[in-house]
């Protein structure tokens, strides 16, 4: 039975990933589509184009996709420049020995395979980086910027309420076949070239058809601490229900107690399509997760309840 899961985000590409499943894509096509419609919406904050910058000013985009089927994968972290890291993600897995690609090498293979460039900062992500900068620098920095250290911007940014978030896609196909992909610009206002979770497969994404797939947003220092997405997983294949899997792997995440803490949610579904979706903490009436059945005409969404 054909299906999808999609974070709250990654509703606006519902249509679409539904069309391409319901005219015999495959998983893998429909989880593109999606994602790659949320990377070109300016009005989304959280990926892709009008992502809010890093702390240079600069979007830098991760993004993952992965074969239920035959366990390949596709990631690029911190691209740079291009409309679709979640395309860009594709042809690594299927056109390259590799299944990772980061930094100037992830924008020279996207220019490489001709993908779409795009000015991803727009202008209201520049006045938000520009605010930002005059909110927390000293005059003598400002002036002087970039020049100088920066972690000590990166912990303003971790205490502050900026824009977080990523686009997640769980599908399954008409032959059975299941995939997942997550694409965001990452923490706003992080340290250049931070990767969070969404680039790092088993933590932020993980896919198995035989047992499931899983997908985290949210904080992914947390995610990758505990290979979340792959314990999920996991946890199916040794016989817990979707919804025991989610819990158990957000209780693993509140039970850390040092080093950087932060929220995560987790979106799962398991081999037959059933969905499931867990925060650590309640996140607020915003955080939901959408899920599309075979033969229903629209997803359903829902809250995203807290563990
Ligand atoms: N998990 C993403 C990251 O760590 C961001 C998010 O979903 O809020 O980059």
């Given at each position: 039975m054909m299906m999808l899961m999609a974070n709250g985000e990654g509703e606006i590409g519902l249509p679409a990933a539904v069309a391409a499943l319901q005219g015999g894509?495959?998983?893998?096509?429909?989880?593109?589509?999606?994602?790659?419609?949320?990377?070109?919406?300016?009005?989304?904050?959280?990926?892709?184009?009008?992502?809010?910058?890093?702390?240079?000013?600069?979007?830098?985009?991760?993004a993952a996709i992965m074969n239920g089927r035959t366990l390949q994968v596709g990631v690029v972290g911190a691209l740079q420049g291009y409309l679709n890291a979640i395309s860009v993600a594709r042809q690594v897995m299927e056109r390259l020995p590799h299944a990772v690609l980061a930094g100037d090498g992830a924008r020279r293979f996207a220019a490489e395979i001709g993908a779409r460039k795009a000015d991803m900062v727009t202008e209201e992500a520049r006045a938000f980086?520009?605010?930002?900068?005059e909110k927390h620098l000293s005059d003598e920095r400002l002036a002087a910027w970039p020049e100088g250290p920066l972690a000590?911007?990166?912990?303003?940014?971790?205490?502050?309420?900026?824009?977080?978030?990523?686009?997640?896609y769980l599908a399954l196909d008409?032959?059975?076949?299941?995939?997942?992909?997550?694409?965001t610009s990452g923490w706003a206002g992080k340290y250049p070239g931070r990767l969070g979770d969404s680039p790092i497969i088993g933590a932020g994404l993980y896919v198995d058809e035989r047992y499931g797939a899983c997908g985290c947003t949210h904080t992914g220092e947390m995610t990758i601490r505990l290979s979340t997405a792959h314990a999920v997983v996991q946890s199916m294949k040794h016989g817990a229900t979707v919804e025991e899997a989610c819990r158990d792997a957000a209780q693993e995440i509140v039970d850390l107690k040092e080093g950087f803490l932060g929220p995560v949610a987790i979106h799962a579904?398991?081999?037959?399509?059933?969905?499931?979706?867990v925060s650590t903490r309640d996140l607020g009436e915003k955080i939901k997760y959408c899920v599309w059945f075979e033969g229903t005409s629209q997803p359903e969404c829902r809250r995203t309840p807290a563990l």
């Open positions: 894509a495959s998983a893998l096509t429909a989880v593109e589509r999606g994602i790659g419609v949320v990377e070109a919406d300016p009005s989304i904050h959280s990926v892709g184009r009008g992502g809010i910058p890093n702390l240079l000013g600069e979007v830098e985009c991760d980086h520009r605010q930002w900068l000590e911007y990166a912990w303003i940014t971790a205490k502050s309420v900026m824009a977080k978030g990523t686009t997640i008409e032959q059975g076949r299941m995939a997942g992909g997550t694409s579904i398991d081999a037959k399509g059933n969905a499931h979706a």
